[in-house]
C-alpha cells in the first residue's frame, strides 16, 4: 500500500524552532512597547519674556559751597625765666622697719622652757577590737568576756521590754530587719544612731528603742575613755493569720 502523505513535505517537523522564534518576538516587541516613552505636550510652556530697556536718568551735579579752612595757627613766644632756689628743702628720709637678724634674736629659749599641752583626741573604736567594753548598768565586777556578754544581753532585753510594733506598719503589712549602729561617747550616753531597714516607720521605731538606753560607763581603750560604736538588728515580724 502506497503512502498519501510526501514525507518531505511534513509540516510539524520544524514546528519548535517556528515557536522559538515567534516567542522572541513577541517578547522583543513587549519590550518594546514598555520602554516606549510618551510626554503630555500640555506639561511643556514656552513662554516669552520681554524686557522693556530702563531709562537712565541723568543725575544733576549740585555744588556745595564748602567753608573756609580755618586760619593758620598763631606762634607764642613764651618768656621763661631761671630763678635761683633761696629756700632749702629737707628731704625727708624714710627709715626701714624691718629687724636685723641680730636685734630679732634676744632671747633664746630653751627645750626644757617648752611646755607640750596634751591634745585629747576623738577616737571612734569598734566593739569588737575595744579593750575594756562600756559597762551596762548591772554588769558591774566582771571579767572582760563576761561583761561584753552581759552588755549583749543586757541591750538585747531592753530591746525586747521596749519593743512596740507601730499600728501603721500592721496596717500596712510592714515587716523586716533594721539595722541600728550607735555610739557610745566618753561620757557614756548614746549618740550616732543611725538606721536601715525595709521602711522609714520601722526605723524610726527602732532609733526609738536605741535612743531610751541608759546612761553607761564608757569604754576605754589605753586607759582613756573613747567612743565605742555598737550595731545591733532589731526584728519586725507579725504573724499572719
Not at 606762634?75 to 630679732?104: C, G, K, P, W
Not at 569598734?126 to 566582771?142: A, D, H, R, T
Request: hydrophobic share 35%.
Amino acid at each position: 500500500m502506497e503512502a498519501k502523505k510526501n514525507p518531505k513535505l511534513e509540516i510539524g517537523r520544524n514546528s519548535s524552532i517556528y515557536f522559538a522564534i515567534g516567542l522572541n518576538l513577541m517578547l522583543l516587541l513587549s519590550w518594546q512597547g514598555l520602554e516606549y516613552k510618551t510626554y503630555e505636550k500640555n506639561d511643556i510652556v514656552a513662554d516669552l519674556l520681554e524686557v522693556e530697556s530702563e531709562l537712565e536718568e541723568d543725575i544733576p551735579i549740585v555744588n556745595i559751597n564748602t567753608p573756609p579752612p580755618p586760619p593758620p595757627p598763631v606762634a607764642v613766644h613764651e618768656n621763661i625765666q631761671i630763678v635761683e632756689d633761696v629756700e632749702e628743702i629737707e628731704e625727708t628720709v624714710i627709715e626701714s622697719t624691718e629687724t636685723s637678724q641680730d636685734e630679732a634674736i634676744r632671747d633664746v629659749v630653751e627645750v626644757s622652757d617648752v611646755e607640750v599641752a596634751e591634745v585629747e583626741e576623738d577616737v571612734e573604736v569598734p566593739f569588737s577590737l575595744i579593750e575594756n567594753v562600756p559597762v551596762f548598768p548591772g554588769c558591774e565586777g566582771k571579767s572582760k568576756k563576761e561583761m561584753k556578754d552581759c552588755f549583749q544581753q543586757k541591750v538585747q532585753e531592753h530591746v525586747v521590754n521596749n519593743f512596740r510594733y507601730p499600728e501603721l506598719a500592721l496596717e500596712m503589712g510592714l515587716q523586716g530587719r533594721v539595722s541600728v549602729i550607735f555610739v557610745i561617747n566618753s561620757q557614756g550616753y548614746i549618740t550616732g544612731i543611725r538606721s536601715r531597714g525595709p521602711d522609714k516607720i520601722l526605723e524610726k521605731e527602732a532609733e526609738r528603742i536605741i535612743g531610751i538606753l541608759p546612761r553607761m560607763k564608757p569604754g576605754t581603750q589605753r586607759g582613756k575613755p573613747v567612743k565605742v560604736a555598737y550595731s545591733v538588728p532589731i526584728f519586725f515580724k507579725f504573724n499572719e493569720g
